[in-house]
């Protein structure tokens, strides 16, 4: 115990290893917010007095906000300091996400996630740049432990929600508690000094050519981040909602289900920790593959049973865990990372979270709840693509 006091104690005098540290609090914000999706979309959409699937509009225009964020974002980044954007981005969130369980007219809580999702996107976008600025070539478990913390964030959302929900609007306090944390990190951040820089401002006085930027890799990372995103969100966002629409549990049952995907996928995300220092990345990402395309297809087998479905969601929370950090690895190792280029990568990753999602309870409207799942499965045999495409691009270089 003494040891690794010591060691801890060692590596918090790393002004690197204190940076990363807040960084992890961005993705608890990040990771809070998801996980509040999917069990507050009936109350939302009663609050507003809309179906189910109009509520899919609102994920719609909330994402389409976060993809404009996104593709700004890296411009500013590159040209200003990251540590008072961050702040005043967050304290801005804080103060719309307070409002969210307030607004009874429906278009106007469209424009509300369309603003929030401009601001996610920078706070979003920021840390996975940071850390490789910080870390270089030794970022990839730094990565892979940032998104543990948007895990660990995304499984505590649901777990209090089916704790609240009970109270009469029991589900506004998620909100509530999203707004207080997001406001007390901003604080945090407005202080927080040394916001780093990218590689080519410290060497910019160099006359040495910039090395052409390999387009082709950059898309097929970004459409990676598409698909996989697509089918994580999708998955997550609406298996409350399937798990209802198919009578197998009670609305408190259904929260726990979601929270127990998220809890899986928070436990996979922190055993990549200590695996992306022994492994590639790209090993990472084929075992991710292979793990969810079995478990998503564990409901197509038993399809009104409560124990499978959470088989799939425990089974498949783990295996995801794995796959966003090794593809952003891989992409990292491949190519030299400006906050412009994450960007564009991270542009697949805002997009996916735009369309499959948005659209997915329309289709449990039309064709019934069993189509998630074809959509989910689907969009991961798409990831494996975008994924091999990546190799032999790498391999080519």
Not at 201 to 206: G, N, P, R, V, W
Not at 312 to 338: D, E, H, M, R, Y
């Amino acid at each position: 115990m003494t040891n690794i006091t010591a060691k801890f104690t060692t590596a918090f005098k790393d002004q690197g290893f204190r940076l990363s540290l807040n960084y992890y609090l961005l993705f608890i914000y990040l990771g809070l917010g998801m996980g509040a999706t999917g069990p507050t979309i009936p109350s939302l959409a009663g609050q507003t007095g809309v179906t189910i699937g109009t509520m899919g509009l609102m994920l719609l225009i909330g994402s389409i906000g976060y993809v404009i964020g996104t593709s700004i974002s890296g411009r500013v980044f590159d040209r200003f300091p990251a540590h008072p954007i961050i702040g005043g981005g967050l304290l801005f969130c804080a103060a719309l996400t307070a409002l969210v369980p307030l607004i009874p007219i429906f278009w106007l809580l469209i424009a509300l996630y369309f603003t929030r999702g401009i601001f996610d996107a920078f706070i979003g976008a920021a840390p996975n740049t940071l850390l490789v600025w910080v870390h270089k070539e030794k970022a990839p478990p730094y990565i892979n432990a940032l998104h543990f913390f948007f895990g660990l964030g995304a499984f505590v959302s649901p777990f209090i929600f089916g704790l609240l929900i009970g109270l009469e609007n029991g589900y506004r306090w998620i909100f509530w508690i999203l707004a207080m944390y997001a406001a007390l990190v901003g604080l945090r951040f407005l202080t927080l000094p040394n916001s780093p820089q990218p590689e080519h401002k410290k060497t910019e006085t160099a006359q040495t050519p910039k090395a052409p930027v390999p387009y082709p890799l950059v898309f097929s990372a970004s459409l990676f981040l598409f698909f996989y995103v697509g089918a994580e969100l999708s998955f997550a966002n609406w298996i409350y909602t399937y798990t209802i629409t198919l009578s197998l549990a009670s609305a408190a049952g259904a929260a726990f289900l979601n929270s127990g995907f998220w809890f899986s996928f928070t436990l996979g995300r922190l055993f990549s920790i200590p695996l992306a220092a022994h492994f590639k990345p790209a090993q990472m990402v084929a075992i991710g593959l292979a793990g969810a395309l079995v478990f998503i297809l564990v409901p197509f087998v038993f399809p009104h049973s409560l124990a499978a479905l959470w088989v799939t969601a425990v089974g498949l929370g783990l295996f995801l865990a794995p796959i966003w950090p090794g593809g952003f690895n891989l992409a990292g190792q491949s190519l030299a990372l400006t906050a412009t280029i994450s960007s564009i990568i991270l542009l697949g990753d805002s997009l996916g979270g735009t369309i499959l999602p948005s659209v997915t309870g329309k289709i449990i409207e039309w064709g019934g709840a069993q189509s998630m799942l074809v959509l989910v499965f689907a969009s991961l045999l798409l990831t494996l693509t975008a994924f091999l495409f990546m190799l032999k691009l790498r391999k080519a270089k």
